[in-house]
């Protein structure tokens, strides 16, 4: 969790530090410019608040949120803590944008006074917008803008829990390990995301892939309430008896309604997880995928289980290492769900052990120091002539990116996660959401294929490393669809701006995801000054 109270005397030396001695010559020159600006006296004389305000800014958008007295949240350029944020909250170098100010309210109240002002700020006129971000995980211009305000919920990050109704109460900025290690101390979890920096917002209005989802659905199928700030300002509750549209739509829906504040989301029992990753040659990829399309195919008496199948290119070693991922979510060593991968001989020691769910989403890490290359997920019918068809892209991609970049230079991801038909089933049963699974009853598995970028000419390498990321994700599509085993579904927390997630959730969800949208939006704010991310506008 990124924790911005108390730390301003630390923040202000450290942001000095990093101008004087990290600063490339491009970001130098920016800062110079920017500090003549300030002291020159011209239109934008801001300084020395700590936070950067003082008098008119020029943006109005930033104007209006210190006219409506919300200067003690707002952070222009200028503010000590203004390129920390701009660092912070992203998982990859591709999302970091530097915005006219951020706005890092810590209420629901200041959410409405924000939007409240933001609403008014030229009353529709002018070509800048908004972006809302919770943990920062998405793709580029998801949840940072340039010309423009970004608002950082990074604050609205408590989590309490009540024993009277076994609810626990996340703040939308929060981010899962923390979450899980707070609820751990009331002997509780919640269904949510597998690492620990991914951030609880994003994740939950797209979804949400748990080690419980076998148990207890998709994360979003766990939010028994809402707490939403609408354009107009008003803050509403949306749960299965009021404003219950609103409730199914936000399940799935992401950010074309609101800005959820606060997840309501149901507990159970704390347990240890029985983990175990064992390591495997490429000799053994036919016999790999198979157990994964053994796996999905499983009925929900083995709903404790979850795998993950994760093949990358090791730039040390300069060849591709097979990892499986096994997890049994009521602390069973040896469930018979995994006898399929225990056949396989490994090419390393196994690594076994019973951990707690904070110590599972510790054990991962996401870098935000490299260039991301994803080209979204896909989804198709199980089909092991698909998941050999992966791998093959997998292997021309590390070809392509060997004679692109050097051997040395990247690393990539190529993983399956099994998706059961009663995965659907489980969100039915719980009210619904806007997924669309079950309109398919055959199992599935979701693939993700991606590059990052570890040299210094990343940035000037990236468009061509996205292309060919983008070219074997299409052949994957295509051949899938040759086959007859594509899928509609393009998962949203995984999908790229290419994609039509939201287009892919089914005629009937896609309408209902529009006349929410316009009924809780009728002036369609969340869709034209918040571009970001993907919109029922554009389906």
Same mark, same amino acid.
């Given at each position: 969790?990124?924790l911005?109270?108390?730390?301003?005397?630390f923040?202000q030396?450290?942001?000095?530090?990093?101008m004087?001695?990290?600063?490339?010559?491009?970001?130098a020159?920016?800062a110079?410019?920017?500090?003549?600006?300030?002291?020159?006296?011209?239109?934008?004389?801001?300084m020395m608040?700590?936070?950067?305000?003082?008098g008119?800014?020029?943006f109005?958008?930033?104007?209006?949120?210190?006219?409506?007295?919300?200067?003690?949240?707002?952070?222009?350029?200028?503010?000590?803590?203004?390129?920390?944020?701009v660092? #912070?909250?992203?998982?990859?170098?591709?999302?970091?944008?530097?915005?006219?100010?951020?706005?890092?309210?810590?209420?629901?109240?200041?959410?409405?006074?924000?939007?409240?002002?933001?609403?008014?700020?030229?009353?529709?006129?002018?070509?800048?917008?908004v972006?809302i971000?919770?943990?920062?995980?998405?793709g580029?211009?998801?949840?940072?803008?340039?010309?423009?305000?970004?608002?950082?919920?990074?604050?609205?990050?408590?989590?309490?829990?009540?024993?009277?109704?076994?609810?626990?109460?996340?703040?939308?900025?929060?981010?899962?390990?923390?979450?899980?290690?707070?609820?751990?101390?009331?002997?509780v979890?919640?269904t949510?995301? @597998?690492?620990?920096?991914?951030?609880?917002?994003?994740?939950?209005l797209?979804?949400?892939?748990?080690?419980?989802?076998?148990?207890?659905?998709?994360?979003?199928?766990?939010?028994?309430?809402?707490?939403?700030?609408?354009?107009?300002?008003?803050?509403?509750?949306?749960?299965a008896?009021?404003?219950s549209?609103?409730?199914?739509?936000?399940?799935g829906?992401?950010?074309?309604?609101?800005?959820?504040?606060?997840?309501?989301l149901?507990?159970?029992?704390a347990?240890?997880l029985?983990?175990?990753?064992?390591?495997?040659?490429?000799?053994h990829?036919?016999?790999?995928?198979?157990?994964?399309?053994?796996?999905?195919?499983l009925?929900r008496?083995?709903q404790?289980?979850?795998?993950l199948l994760v093949?990358?290119?090791?730039p040390?070693t300069?060849?591709?290492?097979?990892r499986?991922?096994?997890?049994?979510?009521?602390?069973?060593?040896?469930?018979t769900?995994?006898d399929?991968?225990?056949?396989i001989?490994?090419?390393?020691?196994?690594?076994?052990k019973?951990?707690t769910l904070?110590?599972?989403?510790?054990?991962?890490?996401?870098?935000?120091?490299?260039?991301?290359a994803?080209?979204?997920?896909?989804?198709?019918?199980?089909?092991?002539?698909?998941l @050999?068809y992966?791998?093959?892209?997998?292997?021309g991609?590390?070809?392509?990116?060997?004679?692109?970049?050097?051997?040395? #230079?990247?690393?990539?991801?190529?993983?399956?996660?099994p998706?059961?038909s009663?995965?659907?089933?489980?969100?039915?049963?719980?009210?619904?959401?806007?997924?669309g699974?079950?309109?398919d009853?055959?199992?599935k598995?979701?693939?993700?294929?991606g590059?990052?970028?570890?040299?210094s000419n990343?940035?000037e390498l990236?468009?061509?490393?996205?292309?060919?990321v983008?070219?074997?994700?299409?052949?994957?599509?295509?051949?899938?669809?040759?086959?007859g085993?594509?899928?509609?579904?393009?998962y949203?927390?995984?999908?790229?701006?290419?994609?039509?997630?939201?287009?892919?959730?089914?005629?009937? #969800?896609?309408?209902?995801?529009?006349?929410?949208?316009?009924?809780?939006?009728?002036?369609?704010?969340?869709?034209? @000054?918040v571009?970001?991310?993907?919109?029922?506008s @554009?389906?």
């Amino acid at each position: 969790m990124i924790l911005l109270h108390n730390i301003k005397a630390f923040s202000q030396a450290l942001e000095l530090i990093m101008m004087l001695s990290h600063l490339s010559l491009s970001s130098a020159g920016i800062a110079t410019a920017t500090l003549l600006l300030l002291f020159s006296g011209a239109q934008g004389q801001q300084m020395m608040a700590n936070n950067g305000t003082q008098g008119p800014s020029g943006f109005p958008a930033c104007d209006a949120l210190v006219a409506a007295n919300l200067s003690h949240v707002i952070h222009f350029p200028s503010s000590p803590l203004y390129q920390t944020l701009v660092q #912070n909250g992203s998982y990859a170098i591709s999302t970091r944008k530097q915005p006219w100010c951020f706005v890092l309210p810590s209420t629901a109240a200041e959410v409405s006074k924000t939007l409240t002002a933001l609403q008014s700020a030229g009353d529709g006129a002018g070509d800048w917008h908004v972006a809302i971000r919770s943990g920062g995980h998405g793709g580029d211009n998801q949840n940072n803008i340039v010309d423009g305000v970004t608002i950082d919920l990074t604050h609205l990050n408590t989590t309490t829990y009540d024993a009277a109704t076994n609810v626990a109460h996340v703040g939308t900025g929060a981010r899962w390990g923390a979450v899980y290690a707070a609820l751990e101390k009331d002997e509780v979890l919640v269904t949510g995301g @597998r690492e620990s920096v991914v951030g609880v917002g994003g994740l939950l209005l797209g979804g949400g892939i748990s080690w419980y989802t076998g148990r207890t659905g998709f994360a979003c199928d766990s939010v028994v309430n809402y707490e939403v700030v609408l354009a107009s300002g008003e803050i509403v509750n949306a749960n299965a008896s009021a404003n219950s549209d609103l409730w199914r739509a936000l399940k799935g829906g992401s950010s074309n309604f609101g800005i959820v504040t606060r997840f309501d989301l149901a507990a159970f029992p704390a347990e240890n997880l029985h983990m175990e990753t064992k390591t495997f040659s490429r000799e053994h990829a036919g016999e790999l995928v198979d157990a994964v399309a053994r796996f999905a195919d499983l009925d929900r008496s083995f709903q404790d289980n979850a795998v993950l199948l994760v093949v990358t290119y090791d730039p040390e070693t300069e060849a591709s290492i097979w990892r499986a991922t096994k997890v049994n979510t009521m602390n069973k060593a040896n469930s018979t769900a995994f006898d399929a991968f225990d056949r396989i001989p490994t090419s390393a020691p196994t690594m076994e052990k019973s951990v707690t769910l904070v110590e599972a989403a510790n054990s991962t890490a996401l870098s935000g120091k490299n260039r991301n290359a994803g080209a979204g997920a896909l989804t198709a019918v199980n089909d092991p002539r698909v998941l @050999r068809y992966c791998i093959e892209q997998h292997e021309g991609l590390v070809a392509d990116m060997k004679a692109l970049l050097g051997p040395k #230079n990247f690393t990539t991801i190529l993983d399956f996660q099994p998706i059961p038909s009663y995965f659907a089933d489980i969100g039915v049963q719980k009210g619904g959401n806007m997924l669309g699974l079950e309109r398919d009853s055959r199992n599935k598995v979701l693939f993700v294929m991606g590059v990052t970028l570890l040299g210094s000419n990343s940035e000037e390498l990236f468009p061509r490393v996205y292309q060919h990321v983008a070219a074997a994700n299409k052949r994957i599509e295509d051949f899938s669809k040759s086959v007859g085993s594509d899928t509609e579904l393009r998962y949203l927390p995984y999908a790229d701006s290419r994609q039509d997630a939201i287009g892919s959730y089914g005629k009937a #969800n896609v309408e209902h995801i529009r006349k929410v949208a316009e009924e809780y939006d009728p002036e369609g704010f969340f869709q034209y @000054r918040v571009p970001g991310g993907f919109k029922i506008s @554009r389906v």
